[in-house]
């Protein structure tokens, strides 16, 4: 008998253990239940005042409980974390600020570019292959004039997503939540206890500086995951806050469901921007343990869409013109099959087509056909 493949760390379940990864850094696994996840990693970095939390996790009761024990191991209180920051709109990041901010009323920190429509439930945290076996500008571009940052640092409070499906730009249905947690959101409205995203109080771009555990920490804008991604950097303890854009073993989902023309390129660019960054000795991830070498990381991320990418090449020269379902239905295994894998292809196939090395055009039925 086959023995069973060893789990990725990602997939570890949370341990209720606290432990010091940098100074003033603590490192708390809170349990999530998703697709090739164990855990979500939840950081408190500590000052004078309370603490910070880097992505409170799940917006679940247990996942909650789970924060404040993790915080008492600690000798902290929720009442004690004056702030929140959120990597990026996926629930298992954001989920807990809800929680946190009504109990500390602490001030909340996110991208500017945040979103609960397409970079919110709807799309996985990861590739769909995994899920199954700082002064940079903005995303690569001049910032804009001063006064345009200002505005984009206004205070804002996020839309509740819309989940009534719909078609995709290549023709297929968009991926919906499962439908057991579209019934319980729906009984939530109706009983009026709707989870409500609280307001971005200090929204922030990429190059800004805050001030966390009473050091700088330079914020990093890494779109392709979703395009509000952000990471952090603190060059005086040469750490490096990666949320879900760097994962040890995990390659993140890059979705065609997205505001971003080429979510491949813009995530490509976001990774050469992260391994350029000097003064890092230490990856803290979302998920899975604390690594060193983030340029490697990054080198072997790109290496793996490369290699996507030379697929679906290949797999043109098998089939001929196609749609995407078909490109799907070869480069995935069967128990993949679906949405969330249809996204990943048409966010390839639209980054050769940009490229220059394919063309699209709609067939009688809607669908976009590819042809190399």
């Not at 309370?50 to 009761?61: F, R, S």
């Not at 009323?105 to 799309?123: E, Q, R, T």
């Not at 109706?190 to 307001?199: H, V």
């Not at 330079?218 to 952090?232: A, K, M, R, W």
Request: glycine letters at 8%; one cysteine or more.
């Amino acid at each position: 008998m086959e023995s069973a493949k060893p789990k990725r760390e990602e997939q570890e379940t949370a341990r209720e253990g606290v432990t010091e990864v940098a100074k003033d850094v603590l490192r708390m696994e809170l349990p999530i239940s998703m697709p090739g996840l164990g855990h979500v990693n939840c950081y408190a970095l500590l000052d004078s005042e309370g603490a910070a939390l880097i992505d409170p996790g799940l917006p679940t009761g247990s996942s909650f409980v789970a924060l404040k024990q993790r915080l008492r191991q600690a000798g902290l209180a929720v009442k004690d974390c004056h702030t929140v920051v959120v990597t990026h709109s996926h629930p298992d990041h954001f989920g807990g600020a809800s929680r946190v901010l009504a109990e500390s009323n602490g001030k909340l920190i996110a991208h500017s570019s945040f979103s609960l429509g397409m970079g919110g439930h709807g799309k996985p945290e990861f590739s769909v292959n995994d899920l199954h076996a700082h002064e940079d500008a903005e995303a690569g571009r001049e910032p804009g004039p001063e006064a345009d940052r200002a505005r984009a640092r206004k205070p804002f409070t996020p839309a509740s997503p819309d989940y009534s499906g719909g078609r995709t730009p290549w023709g297929g249905q968009q991926p919906r939540p499962p439908f057991k947690m579209r019934m319980r959101w729906r009984l939530m409205r109706t009983l009026g206890k709707a989870m409500r995203f609280p307001t971005i109080t200090h929204p922030v771009l990429g190059g800004d500086v805050i001030r966390l555990a009473g050091r700088e920490f330079f914020v990093v804008h890494t779109p392709g995951h979703t395009e509000d991604h952000i990471c952090l950097h603190d060059p005086a303890e040469e750490i490096f806050l990666a949320g879900d854009h760097v994962l040890p073993t995990i390659t993140p989902h890059i979705s065609g469901l997205t505001l971003e023309r080429d979510p491949l390129k813009a995530f490509f660019e976001s990774l050469d921007r992260a391994a350029a960054i000097e003064h890092v000795s230490r990856v803290l991830p979302a998920h899975g343990h604390p690594f060193s070498d983030l340029a490697a990381r990054c080198e072997a991320i790109k290496d793996h869409h490369d290699e996507r990418l030379d697929q679906v090449r290949s797999i043109a020269r098998e089939l001929g013109p196609a749609p995407v379902r078909a490109f799907m239905e070869r480069l995935f295994k069967q128990r993949s099959w679906g949405g969330m894998a249809e996204s990943e292809t048409y966010a390839h196939l639209e980054h050769l087509r940009l490229m220059g090395s394919a063309e699209s055009h709609q067939d009688e039925k809607d669908r976009l056909i590819y042809t190399f």
